[in-house]
């Protein structure tokens, strides 16, 4: 497959981390209805083959492989599979996340740690994994999911906007670094998906409810991804942000 830096190429192949449900999901359906060749990864197998299914069903190209993004051998092994799968990579979509929020006093000091090692830690692996790939083939995506959270910092969340800082400042440093390396940072705002879920204490999860009171949907977000995608290989749409019309933070 050879690609013309000067096209779209609806047969690039994109991978998607987190991939089973939220905007990693609607990600993987819009690409793949668009013709781009989709690599899903996420923990939740039997998600991954519910969404492979479907979009097999409706003419577009999908697999996936079980992935734990806090795992570098794990990242790696998802990284090769694309490469045995389809010859070459494309996108690499960073988007695995978990937001558990709650006041620094509370201590919920594991929680702190789980939103280092995926947020963070998982950005940073699939850097590590693609990277070399894309310097040999000198041409190459990343697309990192960052955060309004990611320009911001609200009350419980100090935790989880540090790691998302940290998404823009090592999506910055990469994009200065890169010549031959497109790096888009995707910041959403409050967008429908399990991220919420994840949040166990009482008084952040009932901030939380208030602030989530306007969302737009995951589609919307996959809309972004797919335009910094198509732009002509020399254009480098380096960060979007999309939030609700009301979210006025």
């Excluded at 990864?41 to 190209?61: C, H, N, P, V, Y």
């Excluded at 999908?62 to 045995?84: E, G, H, N, P």
């Amino acid at each position: 497959m050879t690609t013309d830096k000067n096209s779209t190429n609806t047969q690039k192949v994109v991978l998607i981390t987190g991939a089973s449900s939220g905007i990693g999901e609607a990600t993987a359906r819009l690409l793949a209805h668009k013709g781009l060749l989709v690599v899903m990864g996420a923990r939740r197998t039997d998600r991954l083959e519910m969404i492979a299914s479907e979009i097999q069903a409706k003419g577009g190209s999908a697999v996936y492989r079980a992935l734990d993004v806090t795992s570098l051998d794990d990242m790696q092994a998802f990284v090769d599979f694309a490469k045995d799968k389809f010859g070459r990579l494309d996108v690499m979509v960073n988007n695995a996340g978990v937001m558990p929020l709650s006041k620094l006093e509370v201590l919920k000091i594991d929680e702190w740690n789980r939103m280092i090692d995926v947020n963070i830690r998982g950005v940073l692996h699939g850097i590590a994994a693609a990277l070399p790939t894309f310097k040999q083939q000198q041409s190459g995506q990343f697309v990192n999911l960052s955060s309004i959270g990611g320009h911001a910092v609200y009350p419980t969340a100090a935790v989880y906007c540090a790691t998302k800082y940290a998404v823009w400042a090592i999506s910055e440093g990469l994009r200065q670094e890169s010549t031959d390396i497109r790096v888009t940072i995707i910041s959403p705002g409050t967008t429908e998906s399990e991220l919420a879920s994840t949040t166990t204490d009482a008084q952040a999860a009932q901030w939380l409810e208030e602030f989530r009171k306007s969302v737009i949907p995951a589609d919307a977000i996959a809309r972004a991804i797919a335009f910094a995608i198509e732009q002509p290989e020399d254009v480098d749409v380096n960060e979007i942000i999309v939030r609700p019309i009301r979210q006025s933070g």
